[in-house]
């Protein structure tokens, strides 16, 4: 048996991975008292792991599984709907740094999106955040991703984040 997502075929397993994701996100647009963002699972190309775009929500099949990074991955792409991140960008902006802008912010909104929908306190959530990204930059430089046009590198991410979260400084090392 297989399950039809989008334009891809799943397997059973995927297909209940895929249940557990629209679980999540169904959770925050509830927390968040919005309607319903859809979520597809299809093939994003270049080793995304997701999109955010017009208000869909796409993850690849590769990565419904349970694993580190999927709810922070997830948290994320709600995060830019909740910021209004799914139109253009204004004409009188420089559209590679606003596009910048638009992932620092989804990373921090990310956080709070975690500890609402999640139930983790700031730090907990915090922490999960910030070990994607240090494990984003492990990938990096092992040459097993690239970033995606418009992302920040992750050390800049990273302090993006200890700016905005202070209190965390305490135990997280910067790049």
């Known amino acids: ?28 647009a509830q927390a968040y008292g919005i ?17 955010y ?11 419904l ?5 999927r709810d922070v ?3 994320h792409e709600v995060a830019h709907h909740l910021l209004g991140h799914d139109g253009p960008l204004p004409l009188e902006w420089d559209g590679h740094s606003q596009a910048q802008q638009r992932e620092l912010d989804a990373d921090a909104k ?13 730090e907990e ?5 910030y070990e994607a990204h240090w494990s984003l930059k492990r990938a990096l430089g092992a040459s097993l991703f690239s970033l995606p046009p418009g992302h920040p590198a992750p050390c ?13 400084q305490a135990w997280a090392k910067s790049c």
């Open 1 to 28: 048996m297989s399950f039809l997502a989008g334009c891809t075929t799943l397997t059973p397993q995927q297909g209940s991975h895929l249940e557990e994701v629209r679980a999540f996100v169904a959770t925050a």
């Open 35 to 51: 309607a319903p963002i859809p979520v597809r699972a299809e093939p994003q190309g270049g080793r995304r792991a997701a999109t």
């Open 53 to 63: 775009h017009r208000g869909v929500i796409s993850l690849s099949p590769d990565f």
């Open 65 to 69: 599984a349970p694993g580190p990074w």
């Open 73 to 75: 991955v997830l948290a």
């Open 110 to 122: 990310a956080v709070e999106v975690l500890q609402r929908v999640r139930g983790l306190s700031e």
């Open 125 to 129: 959530a915090f922490r999960r955040v």
């Open 156 to 168: 800049v991410k990273l302090a993006d984040l200890l700016r905005r979260f202070p209190t965390q």
